[in-house]
């Protein structure tokens, strides 16, 4: 027996041609899924401070438990999404670096202004501390 799945409609730049492209679009349209990343990671800091986290572990959480999905893109939940939000989670909260492990990955070798596109992409997403 075949499932069929319906067809989704793909608007993801590709991360093998592009992937400070396909990170930038998809903090820009899936902005949900790096918050929900970031509130179960923080989430089990609380319960288990001292336990390290995967960015792995906890995508698989967000695929498992909830109804978050990306938009635009040929997964519900992209895995190269992984080694961009531990990056991303980690220039937010850097106290964390010690419990958050992360891989060798594709971004670690990003030059200076690819970094800089990717941190004016996540700037929206910034947790906020102190007055407005």
Known sequence: MTL??????????????????WAEWYLR??????????????????????MPISADQVLHVIRWNSRVS???????INNNASALFARLFLEEHPQHRALFRTRRSALDDLDAESWRRLMVAFEPLRTRRGPA
């Open 4 to 21: 069929k799945l319906p067809p989704r409609s793909v608007t993801a730049p590709s991360w093998d041609a592009d992937p400070v492209g």
């Open 29 to 50: 349209e899936n902005a949900h899924v790096y918050r929900e990343f970031r509130r179960l990671v923080l989430a089990s800091i609380e319960h288990h401070p001292s």
């Open 70 to 76: 990306a938009r635009g893109d040929l997964f519900a």
